[in-house]
C-alpha cells in the first residue's frame, strides 16, 4: 500500500522511521531512501545499522532548494533522476521502501510526475511505499491508501529556536 505523510508539521520522517523500523523487526526488508538530506542526519546513523535495512541517499545536496543556482538544481535533477532510476530498478528486492522528502522533490520538478504515479501505482500492489513531504498534490493523495496530515500548532523554531541535533535532525 501506499503511506503519504505530509503537512507543515514535525513528525513526517519520524512517522517513516518508526514503520521502517517496526518492518524491519518483522523481517521485511527496507530500503529507506532520503532527497534533500545528505545522509548524515541522526537517524541514518541508526538505520543503516539495522540488518534489514539499506539506506541510500543522492550523490549531491546542496541544501535548500531557495539557496540553489540554477546550476545546482539542474545537477540535482539529474542525480536525483538516476537515484529513482536505481530505486525502480531494485523495488522488487525490498517489501518497504521509504522515500523521504520524494513529495518535495516531485514537487520542484527533481522527479518526474508520471514515472512516480507510475511506479507507486504498480509497487503500491506489491509492497509498501512510504512517501513524506509537504503540499502533495490532488493526484497523490488520491492514490495513497494512508495519508496523515501533520499540522504545526506551534514549534519552538517559531520563538527563534533552531532545529536540535537528536531531536529535529
Do not use: W
Amino acid at each position: 500500500m501506499i503511506h503519504l505523510y505530509f503537512g507543515e508539521g514535525k513528525g513526517k520522517t519520524t512517522a517513516a522511521c518508526g514503520l521502517a523500523i517496526r518492518a524491519a523487526g518483522s523481517g521485511m526488508k527496507i530500503l529507506f531512501t532520503q532527497f534533500f538530506k545528505n545522509g548524515k542526519s541522526s537517524e541514518v546513523a541508526v538505520l543503516s545499522k539495522v540488518e534489514n535495512i539499506d539506506c541510500r541517499f543522492p550523490s549531491v545536496n546542496y541544501g535548500r532548494y531557495k539557496n540553489m543556482t540554477e546550476e545546482q538544481k539542474n545537477e540535482e535533477k539529474n542525480v536525483y533522476g538516476k537515484l529513482f532510476a536505481e530505486i525502480i530498478g531494485s523495488a522488487c528486492d525490498y517489501d518497504m521502501i521509504v522515500l523521504d522528502e520524494s513529495v518535495s522533490a516531485l514537487n520542484y520538478g527533481f522527479l518526474p510526475e508520471d514515472a512516480l504515479m507510475e511506479f507507486l501505482l504498480k509497487e503500491g500492489k506489491n509492497r509498501e511505499i512510504i512517501l513524506t513531504g509537504r503540499n502533495p498534490s490532488a493526484r497523490l493523495l488520491e492514490i495513497a491508501d494512508y495519508a496523515t496530515e501533520m499540522r504545526k500548532e506551534k514549534h519552538p523554531f517559531d520563538k527563534g529556536i533552531r532545529a536540535r541535533k537528536g531531536i529535529e535532525f
